[in-house]
């Protein structure tokens, strides 16, 4: 079946520090990658997707390229800030015969806190 | 901007009682979804919603769990009879179709004593 997975957290950098979290998956056939970010108290918010191979999604200064060869999906921020502190998490959904189905698996979530 | 809402955000409930949780999903939505994140866990699927019926139902969502649209606003979560594993965050979520961004709620988390 298909799964997700994340690096271990929790995630502790100083401002301005690099970020990588990463994700790889198991899935038959093409999945949509997705990374979803959530602030404390709030939902789950989608920070960034791709939907094929070697698309790279972005938002908010966060990058993650839709790697088919090393089944991978790794988010990156070059300088992190303080209010990027929050929960990530990465997530697939399949598709079949060229329809996507709207169902989401997601990885277990990586924790991030930035100092100032 | 329009969200998704759920109600309450913290409930606590004695095993074996019945729960219902509620969403009101963002209104031109068709897409209805119910996840749940027991602590320390995964976000896991447990039942898509469209048209009036169920579409997808993980393993999880056994005879306990049921869902309803019951005014055309909300969509509710029931428990029929809670168990101490049903302590989890519960997030809905609503899409336009199935292919575009799910917007998910804030959540309510349960805790069964």
């Known amino acids: 079946g298909n799964s997700v997975t994340q690096m271990e957290g929790p995630v502790t950098l100083s401002e301005e520090a690099f970020l990588t979290i990463n994700c790889t998956y198991t899935a038959t056939g093409y999945p949509s990658l997705f990374w979803y970010v959530q602030y404390p108290g709030e939902g789950l918010q989608l920070l960034l997707k791709a939907t094929k191979a070697d698309d790279k999604g972005s938002n908010k200064g966060f990058e993650a390229t839709y790697r088919k060869e090393t089944t991978s999906f790794h988010l990156e921020k070059g300088s992190v800030q303080v209010s990027d502190s929050a929960v990530y998490f990465c997530?697939?959904?399949?598709?079949?015969?060229?329809?996507?189905?709207?169902?989401?698996?997601f990885g277990q979530g990586t924790i991030l806190t930035v100092h100032p | 901007e329009p969200e998704v809402t759920q109600t309450p955000s913290h409930q606590v409930t004695q095993m074996g009682q019945e729960v219902i949780l509620r969403c009101v999903p963002i209104s031109n939505h068709l897409y209805f979804y119910w996840y749940r994140q027991i602590l320390g866990q995964k976000v896991e699927f447990l039942v898509s919603f469209y048209n009036n019926e169920i579409s997808e139902k993980s393993e999880i969502f056994d005879d306990q769990f049921s869902v309803e649209r019951p005014d055309g606003s909300n969509f509710t979560l029931k428990i029929r009879s809670t168990k101490l594993e049903d302590s989890a965050m519960y997030f809905c979520?609503?899409?336009?179709?199935?292919?575009?961004?799910?917007?998910f709620g804030q959540g309510t988390r349960l805790t069964v004593v």
């Open positions: 997530a697939l959904r399949r598709r079949a015969g060229g329809t996507s189905y709207g169902k989401l698996t």
């Open positions: 979520a609503s899409s336009r179709a199935q292919n575009t961004e799910a917007f």
